[in-house]
């Protein structure tokens, strides 16, 4: 708003204005990129640990129609039993 002020209502530009617009610009600046950081931090380590739970075996390939299908191996899932 005191930008639009000085510029289309020729009011009066002092020192403590511009800093005090800067200081604010610069602090929505940073709080922006810690942000970004801490959030690709955490899907890096949500990646992470995916990767680790879900391990990934070669693709087998399926009997009869030649074509692969990938498996899944994961240590915290067991296996289905029915009735």
Do not use: H, W, Y
């Not at 602090?27 to 931090?41: I, N």
């Not at 399926?62 to 009735?83: H, I, Q």
């Amino acid at each position: 708003m005191t930008v639009l002020g000085v510029l289309l209502f020729n009011e009066a530009a002092n020192t403590l204005k511009v800093v005090a617009i800067v200081l604010i610009i610069a602090g929505v600046v940073c709080l922006d990129v810690s942000t970004r950081q801490a959030s690709q931090t955490a899907v890096r380590k949500q990646t992470a640990e995916l990767r680790r739970d879900l391990q990934l075996s070669r693709p087998a390939v399926a009997k009869g129609g030649g074509k692969a299908t990938p498996r899944v191996g994961s240590g915290s899932v067991g296996s289905v039993t029915g009735p």
